[in-house]
């Protein structure tokens, strides 16, 4: 499937993978509600929101609408948050929630691209704060991710200065392969959302997984293969060899790491407002 191990005389090569419903079976944001409500970051009302919201955001994909209001909300939502606080709650609580929802199939995939010797590299909407010990996790040897600007005070502003979608992740992967010498036409990457069409059309082997409807529609009509990941497991229990602590990540800064920072909770608002009105 993977082909074989690369000859070293050519241009290097890379799998990037998306995260949330492609490498871990939940929203990486999301899955951290009950830990920034723990550690104040958020209101009970915001934590049970984003239970809801975790739901709806597993039983469908966002569209391009909603991942941009899901933006505006969650800048103005994290605005004054500690970036240090979150990083040491992502940290103390890391292992115990996302460890369990990593994809078998997933980790089975890093491995082998790893042993093809191909680089990894996680390419998440997410923000840095969450990201990047999730990569870490993995063994991954590079992350790209939302990050936002941080105040001299050390915390967030409410601004973004990056934002790691749709068209922008094929951006950064063409600057990877600019700056790393990477051959995208060998390269391999996967993805759940039809968002994510740009970073898939740029590499020569493009998987969908647990792919949404839209997704479903073009990987049928490209002939690109679908893979079907079900089974989450704790990386120890198979994969000790992805413990190892990867290279620094490229392409990664100060993040949202907020508990509201994927569409599910632009989907639970707007749908809170139709119902109202």
């Not at 070293?8 to 799998?15: D, E, F, G, I, V």
């Not at 790893?114 to 840095?128: L, N």
Request: glycine share 6%; charged share 25%; net charge negative.
């Amino acid at each position: 499937m993977l082909g074989h191990v690369e000859n070293h005389s050519l241009p290097r090569t890379a799998a990037f993978f998306d995260l949330d419903k492609t490498v871990i079976a939940k929203s990486s944001t999301l899955t951290f509600s009950k830990s920034f409500y723990q550690g104040g970051l958020i209101n009970r009302r915001a934590a049970l929101r984003t239970a809801y919201a975790q739901f709806v955001f597993l039983a469908g994909g966002a569209d391009h609408d909603q991942m941009e209001r899901m933006r505006k909300y969650l800048s103005a939502m994290c605005r004054g948050w500690n970036v240090q606080q979150v990083k040491e709650i992502v940290a103390e609580t890391l292992h115990d929630l996302i460890d369990p929802i990593i994809y078998d199939e997933a980790a089975s995939l890093i491995e082998d691209h790893h042993t093809a010797g191909r680089d990894v590299v996680i390419v998440s909407t997410s923000g840095a704060e969450v990201v990047e010990p999730i990569g870490e996790l993995l063994g991954a040897d590079r992350v790209v991710a939302t990050r936002m600007i941080v105040g001299e005070d050390g915390c967030f502003t409410g601004e973004v200065e990056y934002y790691a979608y749709g068209p922008t992740k094929a951006e950064a992967i063409k600057e990877l392969a600019a700056s790393e010498g990477y051959d995208l036409s060998r390269c391999y990457a996967y993805s759940d959302s039809a968002t994510d069409l740009p970073m898939l059309e740029s590499v020569g082997y493009p998987h969908a997984v647990n792919p949404d409807r839209a997704l479903r529609r073009e990987a049928v009509a490209r002939s690109w293969p679908i893979l079907d990941f079900h089974r989450p497991v704790r990386l120890k229990q198979r994969l000790p060899a992805l413990s190892v602590p990867p290279r620094p990540a490229l392409v990664a800064a100060a993040a949202i790491g907020a508990a509201a920072a994927t569409a599910g909770l632009v989907w639970y608002a707007s749908r809170r407002r139709a119902a109202v009105i």
